[in-house]
């Protein structure tokens, strides 16, 4: 009978509740509520949520309340566990582990390999672990093997959007992806579709740095946006799925758009304040670009036949799809063997709480279908 099957536990641990966090717990929360509890024999079980001062566990595996987590979080005075014993207390689970890693911290992620060994699953939208050096690349996948666990991180790249599983999808069944090129930061598509919109116009670049800092599309230091490392190690990620052996996000030309004379800012203030005297530069890059018919958009490219990766500033015709992006939406092209000269393309919104979240479920719901 459906009502007397043996129910499989598979047990849930997060760590890191910001904005993704917590976009993640109430999809989950809402995931587990669509489970049918007469036909499916997965029982999810949260046991642990962690910040970065704070934790609340499951001593006896139990399933934590999601929507009562963060809640939880908050009122929680008990003692703040060391990692190594967090990881000792996912082992002992009585049964399937899966890690959430929400955080972006190189730290935790450099710990991942030894955490798949012990046949604990992670899912994660941290790319600083995928896109640091490729030695950590290889630890991170050959360990999985060796424990039997599995590894996804499709908001690593893109936030929800699906660039990861389709470039493997066309690397697995055999097309050859010639180039890869697009613009992959919600906030630099945000910065230069409001600094040179098609049909011209567009306020001076320092303002439109403020402009995105104060509606939040920046990080606190846009410094951290500017620098160009953030596309970097996607395009890093990519291209090693897509065959490359790529060392890391620095062994290749990255474009920043930090003024030299500002690189030795104190803090992202005084960034910000000097900022305006340099819009200059930036100025003449638009009035070139204007005088082609073209405008100019900060994007990311993967030649793979020559090997070459490359992000930086590019001229488009307002007809390409790059150009005509709005407000702070991806767009990745795919140039492969089967598509010709019409790539496939990917686009949306690549970046916020939400759709981040949505990636980090999906990738969790593939780990439960392959550990029932």
Known sequence: MANMLQKQPIFIAV?????VGKAFLSQYDQLRQRLDPQSS????????ARTSKKQVLSERYGALDASKVPQMLEESNKPYLPFDSIVEFLEATPGKVVLV???????LAKSYPRILEKGISIVTPNKKGFSDDIQLWDAIFSSALKGGSHVYHESTVGAGLP????????????????????????TMSFLFNSFMPVGGGGGKFSAEVKKAKDLGFT???PRDDLNGLDVARKLT?????????????TSFPVQSLIPKALESCSSGDEFMEKLPDH?????????????????VRFVGSIDTPSGE???GLEKFDASHPIAALKGSDNIINFYTKRYGSNPLIIQGAGAGGEVTAMGVTGDLIKVIRLLR
């Open 237 to 249: 990620i990519l291209a090693r799925l897509a065959g490359l052996e790529i060392e890391s996000p």
């Open 163 to 186: 660039v990861i599983s389709t470039l493997k999808e066309l690397v697995q069944t055999g097309d050859e992806v010639t180039k890869i090129e697009g613009v992959f930061s919600g």
């Open 309 to 311: 990766v490359k992000v």
């Open 15 to 19: 760590i890191g509740v910001g904005g």
């Open 101 to 107: 890693d929400n955080t972006s911290d190189l730290d």
């Open 41 to 48: 024999n997965i029982d999810l079980a949260l046991i642990l």
């Open 219 to 221: 990080e606190p230091d």
């Open 279 to 295: 819009d200059d530069e930036m100025e003449e890059l638009k009035d070139a670009a204007a005088k082609e018919g073209k405008v």
